[in-house]
């Protein structure tokens, strides 16, 4: 049985219609979770008003579960996570993503490193799991591109994988839910919180 502690960070994926791919992320997941003994880590998953029970995939974990009455996007989705969040740190990760082994240890240590930090930006893997010559193609342009422009410290965050202080993200007004497909939705709170003279640290290991 796990038992959690006291919350620090929350976990927020949001999904649409991707059941299969949410398994897998969730399972490499609570993988770290478990593996790095954090009890001071939960798991929110929203459901973006999919037409498929993903809720049956993700409830197969400790997660808990949410889900938008109709589509409505990410944004709104994300926005949802941080209202339900009882961690001070919030991290989103996208449902097609495999967190790296000790991803959760590597964001911890960052914020506690320094408390100035106001967000830790994790990396596209030169390897990804799903093997189709697009997926590696734009993967692997991706990881050089982030290391090409975000060096150590970055000018926004991209919501496939980032960890905020959950303050400073609600500080920004949270994502533009007009903007209904994933596309530019995290862009305006990452240049708010860039442009107020914050933090975003670039981490290649998360």
């Known amino acids: 049985l796990w038992k959690m502690g006291k919350i620090s960070?929350?976990?927020?994926i949001p999904t649409f219609n991707r059941g299969?791919?949410?398994?897998k992320c969730l399972n490499a997941l609570f993988g770290d979770i478990i593996y790095g003994k954090h009890k001071d880590v939960e798991v929110i998953v929203i459901d973006d008003g999919s037409t498929e029970n993903v809720k049956k995939q993700a409830t197969e974990f400790p997660v808990r579960f949410y889900r938008l009455k109709k589509n409505s996007g990410p944004a709104a989705a994300r926005n949802l996570?941080?209202?339900k969040a009882k961690g001070d740190i919030v991290f989103f990760i996208d449902s097609d993503v495999l967190l790296q082994n000790?991803?959760?240890s590597h964001i911890k240590k960052n914020f506690k490193k320094d408390r100035n930090i106001a967000a830790v930006q994790g990396n596209y893997t030169k390897y990804p799991y799903f093997t189709n010559f697009f997926t590696k193609y734009k993967n692997f342009l991706l990881h050089y591109n982030f290391l090409k422009y975000h060096r150590k410290y970055g000018k926004g965050i991209a919501t496939f994988c980032v960890a905020v202080k959950?303050?400073?993200?609600?500080?920004?007004?949270?994502f533009n839910e007009g903007l209904k497909t994933a596309s530019i939705e995290d862009e305006a709170p990452g240049l708010m919180i860039y442009s107020k003279g914050k933090k975003i640290?670039?981490?290649n290991s998360v």
């Open 9 to 12: 960070i929350s976990v927020i």
């Open 20 to 23: 299969s791919y949410l398994k």
């Open 81 to 83: 996570g941080i209202r």
């Open 102 to 104: 000790n991803g959760i």
């Open 166 to 174: 959950k303050n400073v993200i609600k500080g920004t007004g949270g």
């Open 201 to 203: 640290l670039f981490d």
